[in-house]
């Protein structure tokens, strides 16, 4: 995951598979542009969208940035940890999760890449993530849903990688993604029994149309040619 190719993959295939699992009627892109903008830049955030922070803030006290593959890396949480504890008393004034996202904008700033150009690969995979779990967290928040239960389609938004149990605990220490693969596969089937109608359409028309399409497009191009 903390290949550069990864997060631009990762981005389009989080886009769809939001759009399908969607409780809060997710758009593509454009939630996750709203999202990013509240994760990287909180001066963009207030800008484009005057509630990013507030629900940025909930979003974060209610468990909802969890789910990330990248947030579960124990030296990346304590080196995060350890880098908010050593402030000043001006520092500490200001909320947790501000200067949290201070952190981020360094790692995201290319200058700092050569110094620490594993961590910024790492800020820049989470970013790739948090994108979409951010999006849905504010659209469901602004549909009135409460903090809690917007936090949780966030999670399930897309793949949950801290739901396993303790036996899968210790399968996928040994076996590199072995409960994103499990997850993946329970997900897309929960979600085809909760709605079987909805998810159909949604992937006959995020999925399956479009690739339609690509695929009349190159064979012309390949007859042209």
Do not use: C
């Not at 886009?15 to 399908?20: C, E, L, T, V």
């Not at 949950?160 to 399968?171: C, E, S, Y």
């Amino acid at each position: 995951i903390m290949h550069p190719n990864f997060g631009a993959r990762n981005f389009f295939r989080d886009q769809f598979s939001a759009y399908i699992n969607s409780d809060s009627g997710y758009r593509l892109f454009y939630d996750f542009g709203k999202g990013l903008s509240a994760v990287v830049s909180p001066k963009t955030g207030k800008t484009l969208f005057p509630k990013a922070q507030e629900y940025y803030s909930e979003w974060l006290r209610h468990g909802g940035s969890n789910a990330n593959l990248v947030s579960q890396d124990r030296t990346f949480t304590q080196d995060m940890i350890q880098t908010l504890l050593k402030t000043n008393n001006v520092q500490n004034s200001v909320p947790f999760e501000l200067r949290a996202i201070d952190g981020v904008k360094h790692y995201m700033n290319p200058l700092n890449w050569g110094r620490s150009g594993y961590k910024a690969l790492q800020v820049l995979s989470e970013a790739s993530e948090e994108g979409s779990r951010l999006g849905e967290f504010i659209r469901a928040r602004e549909q009135g849903v409460n903090p809690m239960e917007a936090a949780y389609r966030s999670r399930e938004v897309t793949m949950d990688f801290a739901r396993m149990g303790a036996n899968m605990k210790a399968l996928n220490a040994m076996s590199v993604f072995l409960n994103a693969k499990v997850q993946g596969a329970d997900r897309s089937i929960r979600q085809m029994r909760a709605h079987p109608g909805r998810t159909m359409n949604r992937i006959m028309a995020g999925v399956v149309l479009p690739s339609m399409l690509l695929a009349l497009v190159q064979q012309d191009i390949v007859h042209n040619s």
